[in-house]
């Protein structure tokens, strides 16, 4: 079956534009996550969205990000004026539900801010 | 944000070799899971473990939820070159709910035949 998808694969850009990445996760799964890794080191949690509930956003570094998750599937990340330390790869997961444990990735989106 | 101290940072090692890495952290976790991530791909679970001083076993791969509730160390046994990759723990916090998840750096693992 479909697993997590992302889109794009890789995306490069300049400091100070803007960009959108994309989750799809997994049909049926209502729980959500946006995670970021740099270079180096362990995964660092952004997002979470679970179903109708108000997302948890504490994770979130500067108001230059926001996340959507319309209709309960579909998530967009985007990044404003996006600064060199932005630059990282952006994992999204799903889970089948708030209380399930196993969260599943998708391959990521590199970000390369110039 | 936080992260748990993950050890060791890499690793060399020779195929058919047995290999251990750990993961600590100054808080308790409710539950511990460990995951591989091969190179372009986002990380897969390997396994789960939810509670503390829980062994537990796939195909090669051991993994222990420490006693203390602030470790957990995973053991592969003869190691393949399919082994290569990082893996990272996750643990979850009491008061975190049952979906946020803090993750180690990371063990990148080579293997070489």
């Known amino acids: 079956g479909a697993g997590v998808s992302q889109s794009p694969s890789n995306k490069v850009t300049e400091k100070g534009k803007d960009v959108e990445l994309r989750c799809d996760p997994i049909?049926?799964?209502?729980?959500l996550y946006w995670y970021r890794q740099s270079l180096g080191q362990g995964l660092e949690f952004l997002i979470y969205?679970?179903?109708?509930?108000?997302?948890?956003k504490s994770g979130l570094p500067s108001d230059r990000f926001s996340a959507e998750r319309t209709g309960g599937s579909v998530s967009t990340l985007t990044i404003q004026r996006t600064q060199q330390e932005d630059s990282a790869v952006y994992l999204c997961?799903?889970?089948?539900?708030?209380?399930?444990?196993?969260?599943?990735f998708g391959p990521g989106t590199r970000l390369t801010v110039t | 944000g936080q992260q748990l101290n993950q050890s060791p940072q890499s690793m060399f090692i020779q195929e058919g070799e047995d290999v251990s890495m750990n993961c600590t952290s100054s808080?308790?976790?409710?539950?511990w899971l460990w995951y591989k991530q091969d190179p372009g791909e986002g990380p897969v679970l390997l396994i789960a473990?939810?509670?503390?001083?829980e062994l537990t076993s796939n195909g090669r791969l051991t993994a222990q939820f420490g006693i203390t509730r602030k470790d957990s160390f995973l053991n592969i046994s003869a190691s393949i070159p399919s082994d290569v990759g990082i893996y990272f723990c996750?643990?979850?916090?009491?008061?975190?709910?049952?979906?946020?998840?803090?993750f180690g750096t990371g063990t990148r693992l080579k293997v070489l035949a």
């Open positions: 997961a799903s889970k089948l539900s708030g209380r399930s444990y196993e969260q599943y």
């Open positions: 049909s049926g799964h209502t729980a």
């Open positions: 969205f679970q179903g109708n509930s108000a997302p948890d």
């Open positions: 808080s308790i976790f409710n539950t």
């Open positions: 473990l939810y509670k503390a001083g």
């Open positions: 996750a643990g979850q916090l009491p008061t975190s709910g049952t979906y946020k998840y803090i």
